[in-house]
T-cell receptor, first 116, second 114 residues
Framework: DGGITQSPKYLFRKEGQNVTLSCEQN?????MYWYRQDPGQGLRLIYY???????QKGDIAEGYSVSREKKESFPLTVTSAQKNPTAFYLC???????????????FGAGSRLTVL | GQNIDQPTEMTATEGAIVQINCTYQ??????LFWYQQHAGEAPTFLSY????GLEEKGRFSSFLSRSKGYSYLLLKELQMKDSASYLC???????????????FGTGTLLAVQP
């Protein structure tokens, strides 16, 4: 079955350490996204990528980095510069068309990062 | 600025009907989306509206009024499995890249009771 796989599901990190969250999709989607979810707040966009080897900052990109070397993969690195990294991270993908209905997001199951 | 408002929590009874409201103020509008998210799981797409009116999909319906910046999600014949968060999201507009950059509300946590 096609879908998005995120790993790890749970991750603990010490302060000052970088950590990389994996996101792989086999939906043949062009666009991929990283969102952060915190209690009492809506999903906030961290980074997004429309095509391979290209990505743009979202609303809260500071302290994060990404790469898009393959269409299927869009890993997110949470760096030590991110001041409040404890959160639930969601990866998503979509096809790349202008019709808003065509751009329905498919989400992965999420990665919960806790900084100790 | 961009703002989307939804009630934080709602409670309803199994078998009943519940309406979850969403109001938005965004720089543009090119579609409103509803997602369902069970605790600790990925959001899943429910419906979208781009034109005014009602869209029906089985037990779920979504309504949009663009002039009022208002939408609602209607859930009929509630089941216990409908207990989840319901996320309202707006696509403000089509930028140069036609990216699906959605702005999400905080979500409404619905508890369905027996």
């Amino acid at each position: 079955d096609g879908g998005i796989t995120q790993s790890p599901k749970y991750l603990f990190r010490k302060e000052g350490q970088n950590v990389t969250l994996s996101c792989e999709q086999n939906l043949n989607h062009d666009a991929m996204y990283w969102y952060r979810q915190d209690p009492g707040q809506g999903l906030r966009l961290i980074y997004y990528s429309q095509i391979v080897n290209d990505f743009q900052k979202g609303d809260i990109a500071e302290g994060y980095s990404v790469s898009r070397e393959k269409k299927e993969s869009f890993p997110l690195t949470v760096t030590s510069a991110q001041k409040n990294p404890t959160a639930f991270y969601l990866c998503a993908s979509s096809i790349f068309l202008r019709d808003p209905g065509a751009n329905v997001l498919t989400f992965g199951a999420g990665s919960r990062l806790t900084v100790l | 600025g961009q703002n989307i408002d939804q009630p934080t929590e709602m409670t309803a009874t199994e078998g009943a009907i519940v309406q979850i409201n969403c109001t938005y103020q965004t720089s543009g509008f090119n579609g409103l989306f509803w997602y369902q998210q069970h605790a600790g799981e990925a959001p899943t797409f429910l419906s979208y509206n781009v034109l005014d009116g009602l869209e029906e999909k089985g037990r779920f319906s979504s309504f949009l009024s663009r002039s009022k910046g208002y939408s609602y999600l209607l859930l009929k014949e509630l089941q216990m499995k409908d207990s989840a968060s319901y996320l309202c999201a707006v696509r403000p507009g089509v930028d140069g890249g036609a990216t699906n950059k959605l702005i999400f509300g905080t979500g409404t946590l619905l508890a369905v009771q027996p």
